[in-house]
């Protein structure tokens, strides 16, 4: 989908700026104006072969079920309220997923237990997230991924993840005077974080603390925070179909998590 055409809740035009490389990603990050204009940015990077060669095949070649419909094909950008009190950070966009909606978390099973879940706890306007557009809310929360192109087998390589890194860590530090709390889905959210809030100004932990369900960081904000108190980096089991499935992942083992955060934030 080309930027400017229509497409609902498109952060971009056809004049946005373009990355085709990571030495452009860093200087377009940094320029950003604002926190708008850093998603629009995000949502039209190229500076990957890889991902993009994958992203746009996956918008071609599409999955039976969604023959008929149009696909993103895109980078997927942060989005949600602009001074949130929670951040919520996945590792990158599902091909069939955000790479076909335009929406992070939207139009696969993760995203239907994720939704409800914050819907349940006040966090989201509606139990549901289909397509962009829809008309979903989220109420003092934001989310973000890692990597913000559908990567082959779910798995981007090391250089992928730091060649995306400086959209992220722009994101944290654009939205670091109203965050209270931020929520990492996985390990690879959570390992992919910490750089993304060392590059922010959080003063950031050594040795790292280890990933898992429930795990609490206190961290000292930066400067830009106006002397708030800590921080809380909550780590939560990603709710993708293996771990829903097998019953790693609960509806109440979620619940908690966004509680916790809810209630912190």
Request: hydrophobic fraction near 40%.
């Amino acid at each position: 989908m080309r930027p400017g055409t229509g497409w609902p809740e498109d952060p971009a035009a056809r004049d946005t700026p373009v990355a085709h490389g990571a030495g452009e990603v860093i200087e377009l990050a940094a320029g950003a104006p604002d926190l708008d204009g850093l998603c629009a940015r995000q949502s039209v990077c190229r500076a990957c072969d890889r991902l993009v060669e994958w992203r746009e095949k996956v918008a071609v070649q599409r999955r039976r079920a969604f023959a008929a419909e149009e696909y993103w094909g895109r980078p997927v950008p942060g989005w949600g309220d602009p001074e949130p009190r929670i951040l919520i950070v996945g590792l990158a966009p599902a091909a069939h997923g955000g790479n076909r909606t335009g929406r992070i978390f939207t139009g696969d099973r993760s995203g239907d237990w994720l939704f409800a879940s914050l819907h349940r706890v006040g966090l989201a306007s509606q139990a549901t997230s289909v397509r962009a557009g829809d008309g979903q809310r989220l109420i003092g929360a934001r989310m973000a991924a890692t990597v913000r192109c559908a990567p082959p087998d779910n798995k981007p390589t090391p250089l992928e993840r730091t060649t995306c890194l400086p959209w992220l860590a722009r994101e944290v530090e654009d939205v670091a005077a109203s965050v209270r709390c931020i929520v990492c889905l996985g390990g690879f959210a959570w390992q992919g974080v910490w750089p993304a809030l060392k590059q922010a100004g959080y003063d950031v932990p050594r040795p790292r603390p280890k990933f898992g369900h429930g795990a609490e960081v206190e961290l000292a904000p930066p400067p830009s925070a106006d002397g708030r108190g800590p921080v809380l980096l909550l780590g939560c089991y990603h709710p993708s179909q293996q771990n829903t499935f097998t019953g790693r992942v609960t509806e109440d083992m979620l619940d908690a998590v966004f509680v916790r955060a809810r209630d912190h934030a």
